[in-house]
């Protein structure tokens, strides 16, 4: 697991000043709270994800974390060799393709393999979806957006009625609260006749940014007007390699480097007894009566 290039990120990014990164690692790490060991390059992702506002880097890496603290079924225990990390692994197909659109955006296609629906947990797949995600933008360094690709060819009901309303709240909450990244678009493809019914499950929880960056597509070759043919696997009309094939190195790689996904854990948690002031708790992030809301920085 090898950090991206920091000289070279800065030279891609010329606009951010080094400097002011230097000042937000600096503030990190007077947080009696969080890691001593995070890095410049981790502080970078939140840098640039929040278009060099300090302050509103402060805000969201502090939920970012705490979030992780909190969210146990998707940010807790990141063993790759735990049983159910094993089972989502053989249950669905997470892959960051190589290369990027034209604009410079980053694509990552997420979908099932096993098509059997008992088989499949949405928390344990979300889970694998962020360790993925984490590991592909540590090696990557920041780039000028990504795009989400979920295929839902072989998703049935059944699938969708082991997704509870809880869990897909708070994956969205994370996704548009406290991710690190500028999400450009998030495409579904092959969609289902019950598109209505997984819509139902995510309008009440989505802000308008994400909506307007959501696309359905029944015709493949729509979809690749947002993300050209060429830069996708062979199963998708493209040159890259089969999906499968992909899926296996980067499944490969994650087990390789079990331990330092395991110490990615333990740097992106919070020591609540060390927070300043009072302790922060999963209700901070919901709220008493279930609603999501922004943390107060001291």
């Known amino acids: 697991m090898k950090e991206a290039d920091l000289e070279e990120q800065y030279a891609r990014f010329p606009e951010i000043k080094r400097s002011e990164v230097q000042k937000f690692v600096e503030w990190i790490h007077v947080q009696p709270h969080i ?52 089972r989502a692994m053989k249950t669905i197909s997470i892959v960051p393709l190589p290369g990027a659109t034209p604009e410079g955006y980053r694509v990552i296609v997420a979908k099932l393999d096993d ?24 090696e990557d360094g920041i780039q000028p957006g990504h795009v989400i690709v979920i295929d839902l060819k072989g998703c049935a009901l059944g699938h969708l009625a082991r997704i509870g309303l809880l869990q897909m709240k708070k994956f969205l909450f ?39 960056v959501l696309h359905m597509h029944n015709d493949i070759n729509d979809f690749y007007k947002f993300v ?20 296996d190195i980067y499944y490969t790689k994650l087990l390789q480097n079990r331990k330092e ?22 209700s901070d992030l919901f709220g008493i ?9 001291d």
């Open 35 to 86: 890691s001593d060991n995070f890095s410049e390059g981790e502080a970078l992702h939140f840098f640039h994800a929040c278009r060099y506002s300090m302050e509103v880097a402060k805000q969201v890496l502090d939920i970012n974390l705490t979030a992780r603290t909190h969210l146990d079924e998707f940010f807790v225990n990141l063993d790759c060799e735990r049983p159910e990390l094993r």
């Open 174 to 212: 994370y996704l548009q609260e406290a991710a690190a990244i500028r999400l450009i678009g998030f495409h579904f493809v092959n969609i289902v006749p019950f598109m209505d019914k997984i819509m139902a499950l995510m309008n009440p929880f989505m802000k308008k940014e994400l909506s307007s």
């Open 289 to 297: 009566e279930g609603n999501f809301k922004k943390l107060d920085i």
């Open 261 to 282: 996904m395991l110490e990615f854990e333990t740097r992106h948690q919070v020591n609540e007894k060390l927070r300043p002031g009072k302790a922060k708790t999963v």
């Open 228 to 247: 050209p043919r060429e830069m996708l696997p062979k199963d998708y009309g493209g040159l890259g390699e089969e999906t499968s094939v992909a899926r």
């Open 115 to 138: 098509l059997n629906a008992s088989n499949y947990n949405f928390a344990d797949a979300m889970k694998l979806y962020c360790m993925i995600f984490d590991f592909w933008m540590y």
